[in-house]
Antibody
Framework: EVHLVESGGGLVQPGGSLRLSCGDS????????MTWVRQTPGKGLEWVAN????????NYVDSVKGRFTISRDNAKNLVYLLMNSLRVDDTAVYYC?????????WGQGTLVTVSS | DIVMTQSPDSLAVSLGERATINCKSS????????????LAWYQQKPGQPPKLLIY???TREDGVPDRFSGSGSGTDFTLTISSLQTEDVAVYYC?????????FGQGTRLEIK
């Protein structure tokens, strides 16, 4: 059974950085693309980034390009989202999800708050 | 970007009655080479992450009750719950995966009348 767990969220000032992690305690996820999706009350669900099984292909929404980096460590069953130059409008619950386009398993999410 | 627009924003239906949620994409999500619509539906209950219900516009995910069905093609899609149960109270989202960025509808809140 897939059980995704995110960590690393918290309060950060504008311009700051955070690194989110997502682990799978079930089957190894090296066979799957992995994705980060965020959710805010105002903008709803927003796809952020995804990464191919071997990490050779990555895609980002325009609003985070150049600021966020997705990566993975298949030996540790972990996927990461390094977030730099954070802005107030990056405030959201960040979910990791399994899949490149259709997301059949989701974590519970981690809250990122960007505020001074 | 493909804009996904759902209607209505909220809906109240009596137990046992049919609930219908609509989703319209700003451009087609039908890929002509395989005749598949790149459209999914999710259910989100309070305090929980979204749950995949339907993909390819009409294929139910394993374990999803058959009272949930998806229909439509091209730019217009519908999620139907044939007989509303109390556990179906949730927000429902459509999502296109025809092209990046992947985009979601704004959500439809479904309540019991």
């Amino acid at each position: 059974e897939v059980h995704l767990v995110e960590s690393g969220g918290g309060l950060v000032q504008p311009g700051g950085s955070l690194r989110l992690s997502c682990g799978d305690s079930g089957l190894p996820f090296s066979d799957y693309w992995m994705t980060w999706v965020r959710q805010t009350p105002g903008k709803g669900l927003e796809w952020v980034a995804n990464i191919k099984q071997n990490g050779t292909e990555k895609n980002y929404v325009d609003s985070v390009k150049g600021r966020f980096t997705i990566s993975r460590d298949n030996a540790k069953n972990l996927v990461y989202l390094l977030m730099n130059s954070l802005r107030v409008d990056d405030t959201a619950v960040y979910y990791c999800a399994r899949g490149s386009a259709v997301f059949d398993s989701w974590g519970q999410g981690t809250l990122v708050t960007v505020s001074s | 970007d493909i804009v996904m627009t759902q209607s209505p924003d909220s809906l109240a239906v009596s137990l046992g009655e049919r609930a219908t949620i609509n989703c319209k994409s700003s451009q087609t999500v039908l890929y002509s080479s395989n005749n598949k619509d790149y459209l999914a539906w999710y259910q989100q209950k309070p305090g929980q992450p979204p749950k995949l219900l339907i993909y390819w516009a009409s294929t139910r995910e394993d374990g999803v009750p058959d009272r949930f069905s998806g229909s439509g093609s091209g730019t217009d899609f519908t999620l139907t719950i044939s007989s509303l149960q109390t556990e179906d109270v949730a927000v429902y989202y459509c999502q296109q995966y025809y092209t990046t960025p992947i985009t979601f509808g704004q959500g439809t809140r479904l309540e019991i009348k």
